[in-house]
Nanobody, 118 residues
Framework: VQLQASGGGLVHTGGSLRLSCAAS????????LGWFRQAPGKGRDLVAR???????NYGRSVRGRFTVSRDNAKNTVSLQMNSLTPEDTAVYYC?????????????WGAGTLVTVSS
C-alpha cells in the first residue's frame, strides 16, 4: 500500500487546514485509514482514524476541532482541522492498517508538515 498525502502548510492560530491522503496499490482489505502526528522532540501520536465501517477514533487533544472522513470508493482519507493552535504544529503522517488475511500490517505516508504560528 502506498500513501500520498497533501495539504500541509503554514496557518495562523485559529485558522483551518485540510489534509488529504490517497491510498494505492494493494488497497483491498484496508481496515482503517487515518492520521498520526509527531511534534519536534516528541513521539508519534494518533490524531484520528476511521475504519471501513465508518467508526472514528480521535486523539484527546483534537476532539471537537478535527474531523476525519473517508471515501471507500476512492480509497482516500481527509482530515479537516479547525481552530488550530501552535500545539498542533507537527509532521502529520497518513496511516493505513490492512489485514492480509488476518494479520494486520501498518503502512505510512511520507508525512506533511503543518505549522501553526502564534
Amino acid at each position: 500500500v502506498q500513501l500520498q498525502a497533501s495539504g500541509g502548510g503554514l496557518v495562523h492560530t485559529g485558522g483551518s487546514l485540510r489534509l488529504s491522503c490517497a491510498a494505492s496499490g494493494s488497497v483491498d482489505e484496508i481496515f482503517s485509514l487515518g492520521w498520526f502526528r509527531q511534534a519536534p522532540g516528541k513521539g508519534r501520536d494518533l490524531v484520528a482514524r476511521v475504519t471501513n465501517s465508518g467508526q472514528t477514533n480521535y486523539g484527546r487533544s483534537v476532539r471537537g476541532r478535527f474531523t476525519v472522513s473517508r471515501d471507500n470508493a476512492k480509497n482516500t482519507v481527509s482530515l479537516q482541522m479547525n481552530s488550530l493552535t501552535p500545539e498542533d504544529t507537527a509532521v502529520y503522517y497518513c496511516n493505513a492498517v490492512r489485514f492480509s488475511p488476518t494479520r494486520p500490517t501498518e503502512y505510512w505516508g511520507a508525512g506533511t508538515l503543518v505549522t501553526v504560528s502564534s
